[in-house]
């Protein structure tokens, strides 16, 4: 239900390396204890950053006002602002962080798949 094509195609996504890093993180975040998220938590940022604008751009090329179009720009606000906040600084909430980070990033990486 596209009303105008994206301006630009979206970058080629590392989408095998992304799963790979998804999967870790989750076997990560399984592990009794507190493992340590920093590493996970910054390769997961740098991907979402790397492909948040592409998948907007996907977005911006719904029909506006559409209720798919709504949600998704509410879910690429919602991933903005996290990217935007500074990395956990207790065990639970870098926990946290890297869950949503993970969720995030199986988000973007499907609006642009569905996109191709």
């Known amino acids: 239900m596209?009303?105008?094509a994206p301006?630009?195609?979206?970058a080629p996504v590392p989408a095998d390396a992304l799963r790979a890093l998804i999967d870790?993180?989750?076997e990560t975040l399984a592990l009794p204890g507190r493992?340590?998220?920093a590493a996970l938590e910054r390769e997961l940022r740098q991907y979402a950053e790397q492909l948040l604008p592409d998948a907007e751009a996907v977005v911006e090329g719904l029909w506006r006002g559409s209720l798919s179009w709504n949600l998704r720009r509410g879910r690429l606000?919602?991933?903005r602002r996290l990217?935007?906040?500074?990395?956990?600084?207790d065990p639970l909430t870098a926990h946290v962080q890297v869950r949503?980070?993970?969720a995030d990033c199986r988000v973007l990486l499907g609006y642009l798949e569905e996109h191709r």
């Open 7 to 10: 301006e630009h195609a979206p």
């Open 24 to 26: 870790r993180a989750l």
């Open 77 to 79: 606000e919602a991933i």
């Open 35 to 37: 493992p340590e998220l």
């Open 83 to 89: 990217l935007g906040q500074a990395p956990g600084a």
């Open 100 to 102: 949503h980070l993970v």
């Open 2 to 4: 596209s009303s105008t």
